[in-house]
Antibody, heavy 121, light 110 residues
Framework: QVQLLQSAPGLVKPSQTLSVTCVISGDSVSSNSAAWNWIRQSPSRGLEWLGRTYYRSKWYNDYAVSMKGRMTINPDTSKNQFSLQLNSVTPEDTAVYYC???????????WGQGTLVTVSS | QSVLTQSPSASGTPGQRVTISCSGGISNIGTKTVNWYQQLPGTAPKLLIYTNNQRPSGVPDRFSGSKSGTSASLVISGLQSDDEADYYCATWDDRLNGPVFGGGTKLTVL
């Protein structure tokens, strides 16, 4: 049974970098049949897919257009986890960030518990 | 503003049947399959229906989904108080090259 455990909530100052980690159990970040996603949820923007990483003989990353240039997803095979880094944050980036596993077809089958990140000075 | 459109709220009494709708366009629902998620208060979304009408193991058959053209529906039969939650539709969008979500429908069991 796949489980995803996310890092603790945090406070980030505007213009700094937001970082959230998702530890995988019951599967491998290098799986050839899974993708590892980041989604966020806020009252103003609802649920918003941010990007994903996956391995198909080599590593691929896809990012939402709105995140390109500001976001990086890094898989860590030694710790079986993946992380999100979002640069130059503003209060608009305040949200609950979720990691999720998807299979073929992009269905978000398993979700982490969520990490509240607040951007405030 | 969400890519997929859902009514913000729905309600019903225990035992009733409730329908939640979701509309999109050609680049998403019109050519892709639809998934539904249930989010109970304070928890992460949970997959409820995938590929238009398939239920993951453990989801009661009171929940059913369908799709027609650029719209999709989630039907909950035999409504129970535990069904009180937010429900989101989702699908892939070719224009945005990623999953997109509806704005969510808050279901109240009266």
């Amino acid at each position: 049974q796949v489980q995803l455990l996310q890092s603790a909530p945090g406070l980030v100052k505007p213009s700094q970098t937001l970082s959230v980690t998702c530890v995988i159990s019951g599967d491998s970040v290098s799986s050839n049949s899974a993708a590892w996603n980041w989604i966020r949820q806020s009252p103003s923007r609802g649920l918003e897919w941010l990007g994903r990483t996956y391995y198909r003989s080599k590593w691929y990353n896809d990012y939402a257009v709105s995140m390109k240039g500001r976001m990086t997803i890094n898989p860590d095979t030694s710790k079986n986890q993946f992380s999100l880094q979002l640069n130059s944050v503003t209060p608009e980036d305040t949200a609950v960030y979720y990691c999720a596993r998807s299979g073929n077809g992009g269905v978000l089958v398993v979700w982490g518990q969520g990490t509240l990140v607040t951007v405030s000075s | 503003q969400s890519v997929l459109t859902q009514s913000p709220s729905a309600s019903g009494t225990p035992g009733q049947r409730v329908t939640i709708s979701c509309s999109g366009g050609i680049s998403n629902i019109g050519t892709k399959t639809v998934n539904w998620y249930q989010q109970l208060p304070g928890t992460a979304p949970k997959l409820l229906i995938y590929t238009n009408n398939q239920r993951p193991s453990g989801v009661p058959d009171r929940f059913s989904g369908s799709k027609s053209g650029t719209s999709a529906s989630l039907v909950i039969s035999g409504l129970q108080s535990d069904d009180e939650a937010d429900y989101y539709c989702a699908t892939w969008d070719d224009r945005l090259n990623g999953p997109v979500f509806g704005g969510g429908t808050k279901l109240t069991v009266l």
